[in-house]
């Protein structure tokens, strides 16, 4: 589901960098997602792909593919006024992410030691 091989290059391995970027992007994707939650309670369909858009690069950072492809998803979906799905896939976007700060986590864990 990660695959962090572009942070890897990105940092060349340096393991203090990697860190760096795995801590900032759980502290601010949370963040993100709270948002764009908020802009579908409100049927704020263009904010909601303005966060999308902010989010996926940072998904893509950290190697998180189906999560990026669901952002993509989201950003297409208002883009063509086809909001019908648009809570699902939000859903879809969370469980992605959480399932990756699993991940993550454990990673930190592995680069701290």
Known sequence: MIDLAF???F???DKNKMVKYIKL???LAPGILDMMKNDLSRKDWQN???NAHSLKPQADFMG?????LILEEIEEKVR?????NLP???TDAKQSHEKAAVILREVLDDLSR
């Open 80 to 84: 063509t006024a086809s909001p019908a």
């Open 48 to 50: 909601m792909a303005i």
């Open 64 to 68: 998180n593919k189906e999560m990026k």
């Open 88 to 90: 699902d896939l939000y």
């Open 7 to 9: 942070l890897t290059e």
């Open 11 to 13: 940092t060349k391995g």
């Open 25 to 27: 992007y759980l502290e």
